[in-house]
């Protein structure tokens, strides 16, 4: 340490002072981000907790930098990107993917505390505090997830078998979409119209808002199911259907990365439980399909 009792770089080895400068610059860059999405966040509550962790990250940022003597600026990218994905995923995402992508340290704290005593008060902090703030945040969209998760699945599950079995059957793109997309919309107005009476009947208030959620989330996925069927031609159907298989496994892998970091739950186990049911119903409506033309001799 120096005579004015600030830590001198100096002293430091290369390696401690090259991780404490990756901290200061990630610690500086978080904190403009927090600051940036609280901008959007209406919630004074959301507001509070994302301007404290902001906070946070700015006072750790100032005990790197008494060891590095160098003011670092935000970087710019970064904070945009972020601010991109909180936009559109929501702040809760964002932040959260955000802490599971911060810089890794290349060597240990209790190596670092060696020469930095600051650094296993700063990961004690990070650890606690800043994961409690975490789990303060209430974010409206989250609050209905098992309201999307109910309309993505249905349509996952109903819509792959439907348009397996109609693939078979019909042999021609445009009667399967014509087909699927009467199905799917009928499918949504059920889905949404049973959701609402189920939330009403449990007393809750936001029994229409919930509804909601379920049918945006069975459209959009009956919509992407069927887009296949309307892209190749009336001979490509299993063209169609093999892409619509495709685009099923990359829902449910965006779907569930994005539930898995938002709410810290596996992500592997979900995305095999989902794959397994939404792939098995397709490949049993499939054979379906084939046995239906085969025995009562339809052909279209």
């Not at 004074?44 to 003011?71: F, M, S």
């Not at 601010?83 to 995923?89: C, H, K, Q």
């Not at 995402?93 to 060696?114: D, H, T």
């Not at 919309?185 to 009403?200: D, F, G, N, Q, V």
């Amino acid at each position: 340490m120096t005579s004015n009792n600030q830590p001198d770089a100096a002293r430091l080895s290369p390696a401690a002072l090259a991780q404490i400068r990756a901290f200061q610059q990630n610690e500086v860059t978080e904190a403009e981000v927090y600051r940036r999405i609280v901008r959007r966040t209406k919630d004074a509550g959301n507001r509070d907790t994302l301007l404290r962790i902001a906070d946070e990250e700015a006072k750790h940022a100032a005990i790197w930098q008494r060891y590095t003597g160098e003011e670092m600026r935000p970087q710019a990218g970064k904070v945009r990107r972020y601010a991109l994905i909180a936009l559109v995923f929501g702040f809760t995402f964002a932040v959260k993917l955000m802490e599971k992508g911060e810089a890794k340290a290349q060597i240990s704290y209790e190596e670092l505390a060696r020469e930095a005593p600051e650094a296993l008060d700063i990961r004690a902090d990070e650890e606690a505090h800043e994961q409690a703030l975490l789990a303060m945040l209430d974010e409206e969209r989250l609050s209905y997830v098992g309201s999307m998760v109910l309309g993505m699945n249905d349509a996952m599950v109903e819509m792959t078998g439907t348009l397996a079995g109609l693939t078979l059957a019909m042999q021609n793109t445009r009667l399967i979409a014509l087909s699927g997309l009467i199905t799917g919309i009928a499918a949504t107005l059920s889905m949404a119209s049973s959701e609402y009476l189920s939330s009403k009947s449990e007393g809750r208030e936001d029994a229409f808002k919930s509804a909601t959620y379920t049918g945006i989330a069975y459209l959009v996925t009956v919509a992407l199911l069927i887009l296949p069927y309307l892209l190749f031609d009336e001979a490509h159907y299993l063209w169609a259907m093999a892409t619509m298989i495709v685009i099923v496994l990359l829902i449910l892998v965006v779907f569930n990365y994005y539930i898995s970091v938002a709410q810290d739950l596996p992500f592997k186990k979900r995305f095999g439980q989902m794959a397994g049911i939404s792939l098995g119903v397709a490949a049993l409506s499939f054979v379906i399909g084939i046995l239906v033309k085969q025995f009562l001799g339809v052909d279209i």
